[in-house]
């Protein structure tokens, strides 16, 4: 199916900003929803809505059928070896903080040593540096090359017997690097550390095998692959999550509670304390099933194809400067002369499109890269080369309305 085919699926899609046609280049902040999640929501609450693995009744059977096939599907997406191993959560961000608590703060010690990247979303930091308070740990940084690429060499000897835990982005939302994930595993096993994937960028634009990858975590976020804002999942290794104690507490996640002490459920339900989040987790469900249609591989090749256009295209404009290796995810990251990348975002809105600007959540990245902010494009499934060419039409318009050399 043909990108302006797929286009027509998703809804919002199909209007006017400020007097011009919508051109959506803003997927790694979130992406658009098709018919089939939208429609899938709208069912749950008007045919079924109702709490799970509470009631007998009709309904709430239904609904627990519909949401554990959910996880049944986020199993089988991420080549998962059994559902115990799928946790659902808020998002990325909440994922990335119950394993620092869960099993960072529980398992660390002064001594011990945490490896990130300075290209790390802020969600892959902030709660590295709070482990490292709370224990004594020492949080320690991969080195990137001048591409934006980690430095594999350095990471030999950074990665030490120290190590305890990596925590990497599989793919920047800044550069659009593809992160070496498989071998930065064997790396950190090699010297007895976990693996932590943000895989927040990588799962919506690339077929991914846990097991093949043999990260220990993994997680992600379903509102950038097509489904609801508020649902993602955390996968982890069954032994490490049957070892690690919950951090919320409360209904849904006991098995027995006494006057003074408690009991969990078992995997995957000791975490996820209350009511789940159902509609959201049913919609990921759907999301799946749209984009595994569509095919992961085929997505890819697409966004590739958006990438190479991109580069051809914007190279045209001078003093236009792109950010990040070639090889690389559906991310173009850009500087246009010196003119504010709000600046440059304001006036494409003006024209009906949607980009990012600002620091992504990557302070570290934009000291290393020494701006202050940027301007980016992120494309996904429904994005057509008639995108990029408005796109290339606008900065040149902006070039023009700031003036040569502004």
């Known amino acids: 199916m043909h990108a302006a085919e797929i286009k027509k699926l998703f809804p919002l899609l199909d209007q006017h900003v400020n007097g011009k046609p919508l051109v959506y280049l803003d997927s790694a902040a979130t992406s658009q929803k098709p018919y089939t999640v939208i429609e899938k929501l709208d069912d749950y609450y008007r045919r079924y809505n109702s709490n799970v693995h509470r009631g007998v009744h009709t309904l709430g059977t239904i609904a627990t059928d519909e949401y554990e096939g959910a996880r049944e ?21 909440t994922a990335l903080n119950l394993v620092a608590r869960c099993y960072g703060t529980a398992n660390l010690t002064e001594g011990d040593e945490i490896v990130i990247t300075p290209m790390e979303h802020h969600s892959n930091i902030i709660p590295w540096q709070q482990v490292a308070k709370a224990t004594g740990a020492t949080l320690k940084y991969l080195t990137l090359l001048e591409d934006g690429t980690i430095d594999m060499n350095e990471a030999q000897t ?37 693996m932590v994937v943000d895989g927040a960028q990588g799962a919506p634009h690339m077929k991914v095998n846990v097991q093949e990858l043999d990260c220990d975590f993994y997680a992600f976020s379903g509102h950038k692959l097509g489904g609801p804002t508020g649902i993602g999942v955390l996968y982890g290794k069954k032994q490490l999550l049957q070892n690690m104690e919950p951090y919320e507490f409360g209904g849904e996640m006991i098995d027995f509670v006494g006057l003074y002490e408690s009991t969990w459920k078992e995997l995957p339900w000791k975490f996820e304390g209350g009511t789940p989040i159902i509609a959201g987790a049913i919609g990921l469900g759907a999301a799946i099933d749209f984009i595994e249609d569509l095919g992961l591989d085929t997505i890819k090749a697409h966004e590739q194809e958006l990438v190479s256009y991109s580069f051809e295209r914007l190279s045209e404009i001078d003093g236009l400067t792109i950010f ?26 003006a024209e009906g499109i949607a980009v990012r600007a600002g620091h992504h959540c990557a302070q570290l990245l934009m000291k290393w890269l020494k701006v202050s902010a940027t301007a980016r494009a992120s494309y996904y499934v429904y994005n057509t080369k008639e995108d990029i060419d408005a796109l290339k039409d606008g900065l040149v318009q902006t070039k023009e309305y700031f003036g040569d050399g502004f």
């Open 73 to 93: 599907k986020v199993r089988a997406f991420l080549g998962a070896a059994s559902t115990e191993e799928i946790i659902f959560t808020r998002g990325t961000t």
């Open 158 to 194: 950074t990665i030490t017997s120290n190590t305890k835990i990596v925590s990497v982005m599989q793919v920047s939302n800044v550069l659009g690097t593809i992160n070496p994930i498989k071998e930065l595993t064997q790396l950190a096993h090699k010297h007895g550390a976990v």
């Open 324 to 349: 990040g290796p070639k090889e690389r995810a559906g991310v173009v990251t850009f500087q246009l002369d010196d003119i504010h990348p709000h600046d440059i975002a304001t006036v494409l809105d």
